[in-house]
């Protein structure tokens, strides 16, 4: 009981160490909501708001402010979860995203991310230079036109702007609480400016002060122009809501991530949205949609009997002639610029504006390339990394920013607010639709490593915030949010292809075991039946490189459809195995493109090696039904090739796969690098066009011997390939009905390119150099009966392997046969690419030289790969299902 005491203090002080450095980092926490807030308002704030208020009225203006907080709130919160489950370095949202989701959205997401904060440098920028442009035509000083005049203004700003950054930005920090004052003295003063009795001139302009009839008349909406419904308004507002994950971006340079960017965030938001809604309603309040800006049309000035209409009638003002020519240059719906004319004192709305564009625009440009040097450093798209390097003590990305400066300037070259700020809300509702998933992932996978101590978060909201963030995209510019999801798409499969050799502990991977598991589990009770079967295949190949025609083999009809399992039997007990050997073999599987799983085994003997593996190997229903062996070419030399097979005869299927170079798979000594980075090419990764598979058929062993030709024909090296099938018996023994049985059994897996031949061998006479190679093979084995004494029991128990005459006897029909069949083979398929031949069945009395010399002369002078196929007497073909 002492020790989880211990634990349990030990944690508790570490808690309140924590809790202490938070409090000691205050003011860390207040330049961070500084830095957030700053990023949140903008150019949206004082130059599209209020005309927001206008077309949508106060209502609906209210709901956009409101879902947007909704988005951003949720995002705060997942974020806040993400930044608070470790250790949050240089990145950003980039890094965030990856090591939680893992490369394959977070590379995406991270590349998208970085352009969105370079398209929103450009919109900051865009909007400083609306504002020089006015103050310009203000002094009749305009350069060219009104949209030339914006792109000369935001060019010679960006340029500006990288020179700044270039520098150095040692002062930024500094230069943050000075934009700062200088936004909040610009608010106070509209604030104050809307309480201000108004004089003849803004009358004039639109403002009438506090008034319930204005208030009623802009609660509801009035759509004006090409930009004039809902959701155009919508995605025009939302970037103001934006500038959320810019303190997350610079998260590797504060003292205390954990602790300010949860509070950071969520302060800001409330500040920020207060903000919007005492500005909207204030607008709302206090200025009407249209005004002439002429001080002549005042109904004081005038005759009394002249008639108009409209609410400026009862404000005392007849502005029908401007509103109904849609000439009015003023008001709510016509002046971007109306918070400087309500506000007490104009210059200060105008220094408001410089420093929200310019301190926005300042921080998209330096976030976009650190964002993006993270993504290069993780090597994980091509051709990119010439932007990651870094200079200088800071390790500044110079690089970086001449890329970013280049993709801003191309967008201010467009010169239209209204077009950038839909593209900019499609990247980052992007982003924030993958931030709020990433959260949901990571929670819902039940992963042991996702521990964040921010817990005032739900998994359901940030699904939620999810899923609204992907809809509002498409509501807003559906054409932005297909293109956006094809490229995200594009780079999400590049990296899926690449596989990048990178573990992040990811909720992916966490995902993929729970998937894995729960399809495991509920496999167990799915019922076996015919039309399921699939080849489960252990392959005793020893280190797989050492064999690859039997891993090429194997792999090519059990790919992507059936269990593969290569074993390695180690019968040396001073040889080490170590875990880089095995990782080492399975990088070289995954370079082949081999989809197996690979495991070691270590026994006295390849007998008790093979007998153990084939029982341990497996999962539940994932377990192999078929044992793959490479036929051993120094078969006289080892006796436990046969026992394998008798071991396990009842249980597996069996398959013999003779080729040069193929022997058993048995390891004593360890995997060297060298082996491991070639990749010999075999005989079964070429294409094989029109040859012949031939299936010498002799028995009927459930039709594993006709299924696997099969399925190598679905493969594109084999699906030219024709499938000939030779049915073997006696012409005068073979019954009809066998006949019969024989062809619909291969017809069950016929295609168009199978062909049967019926008794293709027969009593035939038999070349009598066969028999003598073959009594020669057997010749080492043989008992030596008069040495014996008559105790011929008691010599075979002291070597079983050796062959009596009884023995010889007892099999002799069968070889003839055997020798015979060996002939026709040759002759018949000369042109064959692959022969299958039903696998002899040894009785349990059959010593294993006698077995192998058996097998031996079956296969012995094919030119081609030979494969030797014994079922288990199960069906595996679905021609009798019902």
């Known amino acids: 009981g002492v020790k989880p005491f211990l634990v349990g203090h030990y944690y508790t002080y570490q808690n309140i160490k924590e809790t202490h450095s938070c409090t000691t980092h205050v003011f860390a926490m207040t330049g961070f909501q500084i830095r957030v807030m700053l990023n949140i308002w903008g150019v949206i704030m004082y130059l599209r708001l209020p005309w927001i208020t206008s077309q949508a009225g106060l209502i609906l ?374 931030i709020n998933f990433s959260t949901f992932h990571a929670s819902i996978t039940k992963s042991p490593g996702w521990r964040p101590e921010y817990h005032y978060y739900s998994p359901w909201m940030s699904l939620f915030g999810a899923i609204l963030s992907f809809l509002l995209m498409f509501l807003f510019t559906w054409w932005a949010a297909l293109i956006t999801f094809c490229i995200m798409l594009f780079l999400l499969g590049y990296v899926s292809y690449t596989k990048p050799k990178i573990n992040w502990g990811s909720s992916h991977q966490a995902g993929f075991y729970n998937m894995a598991l729960s399809f495991s589990m509920s496999l167990t ?6 039309k399921n079967f699939r080849p489960q295949c252990l392959v005793l190949t020893g280190p797989p490189n050492v064999r690859p025609a039997l891993v090429d083999f194997v792999g090519t009809f059990t790919k992507n459809i059936s269990l593969m399992i290569c074993g390695n039997i180690i019968m040396d007990e001073k040889s080490s195995f170590p875990q880089h050997s095995t990782d080492m073999l399975v990088d070289w599987l995954n370079q082949r493109k081999v989809r197996s799983f690979y495991t070691s085994f270590t026994a006295d003997s390849l007998k008790e090696g093979a007998h153990d593996l084939m029982q341990a190997s497996g999962l539940g229903k994932l377990k192999p039904n078929t044992l793959v062996l490479g036929y051993k070419m120094n078969w006289q030399e080892s006796a436990a090739f046969v026992h394998i097979y008798q071991n396990q005869k009842e249980f597996y299927c069996q398959v013999f796969l003779h080729t040069k170079g193929i022997c058993l798979g048995v390891s004593t000594e360890n995997i060297s690098d060298d082996g491991l980075d070639e990749q010999v090419r075999s005989v079964f990764q070429t294409k094989q066009g029109r040859k012949s598979i031939d299936i010498y058929w002799i028995s009927d062993d459930g039709g594993l011997t006709l299924l696997v030709p099969y399925l190598l024909t679905r493969r594109n090296r084999w699906k030219k390939s024709k499938l000939r099938v030779f049915i073997l018996g006696d012409q005068e023994t073979m019954k009809e009905d066998r006949k019969e049985n024989g062809h619909k059994h291969a017809h069950g897996h016929a295609n168009k390119n199978m062909q049967v031949f019926s008794n293709c061998c027969g009593f035939l006479p038999l070349c009598s150099c066969s028999l003598q190679r073959y009594e020669e093979s057997i010749a080492p084995f043989r008992l030596c009966e008069e040495q014996a004494g008559g105790d011929v029991q008691e010599l075979k128990r002291l070597s079983p392997w050796k062959v009596s005459d009884k023995d010889l006897e007892a099999i002799k029909p069968k070889v003839c046969r055997t020798l015979r069949l060996n002939e026709i083979i040759k002759k018949n398929s000369i042109h064959a690419a692959l022969v299958v031949i039903s696998l002899p069945v040894p009785e349990v009395t059959c010593p294993s030289s006698l077995y192998m010399s058996w097998l031996d002369a079956l296969s012995y002078g094919i030119h081609c790969p030979a494969l030797l196929i014994r079922g288990n007497q199960e069906n595996v073909m679905t021609f009798y299902c019902q």
């Open 61 to 434: 203006t209210y709901v956009i402010i409101f879902m947007s907080i909704i988005v951003t709130t949720i995002t705060a919160t997942s974020v806040s979860a993400i930044s608070t489950n470790g250790k949050v370095y240089s990145g950003g949202t980039y890094f965030m995203i990856s090591r939680s989701l893992g490369p394959e959205l977070g590379a995406p997401i991270g590349l998208l991310f970085a352009f969105a904060n370079a398209i929103a440098c450009a919109l900051h920028t865009v909007g400083f230079s609306e504002t020089v442009r006015d103050l310009l035509k203000d002094f009749k000083s305009q350069m060219v036109d009104d949209v030339n005049d914006v792109r000369i203004i935001g060019a010679i700003t960006v340029v500006v702007l990288l020179c700044i950054t270039f520098a150095g930005m040692a002062w930024e920090a500094k230069a943050q609480i000075l934009f700062f004052i200088a936004i909040m003295l610009s608010l106070i003063n509209y604030f104050v400016g809307t309480v201000i009795p108004p004089n003849t001139e803004k009358e004039s302009v639109g403002f009438f002060g506090y008034r319930g009839d204005i208030f009623v008349e802009n609660l509801l909406p009035s759509y004006r122009g090409p930009n004039g419904y809902f959701f155009r308004l919508f995605a025009i507002f939302f970037p103001a809501a934006t500038g959320i994950l810019s303190g997350v971006n610079i998260c590797g340079d504060l003292k205390d991530p954990t602790g300010g960017i949860p509070k950071g965030t969520l302060l800001a938001i409330l500040w920020t949205t207060l903000s919007y809604l005492l500005i909207s309603v204030t607008c709302a309040a206090t200025v009407v949609r249209d005004a002439s800006g002429n001080v002549n049309d005042s109904l004081a000035l005038k005759n009394f009997t002249t008639q108009c209409s409209g609410l400026g009638c009862k404000l005392g003002w007849n502005f029908d002639r401007c509103e109904q020519n849609h000439t009015c240059s003023h008001g709510l719906a016509n002046n971007l610029r109306i918070l400087t004319t309500v506000s007490g004192w104009g210059i200060l709305i105008t220094i408001g504006v410089f420093a929200a564009t310019l301190s926005s625009a300042l921080g998209f440009l330096v976030s976009a390339p650190k964002i993006f040097q993270c993504l290069c450093k993780d090597n994980i798209y091509p051709y990119i990394g010439f932007f990651g390097k870094g200079y200088g003590k800071n390790n500044e990305p110079l690089r970086g920013y001449c890329l970013m400066f280049c993709i801003a300037m191309a967008f201010i070259l467009i010169g239209d607010l209204n077009t950038i700020v839909p593209l900019i809300s499609n990247f980052f509702l992007c982003s924030y639709g993958l």
């Open 525 to 530: 009770g799915v019922e076996d039946h015919v």
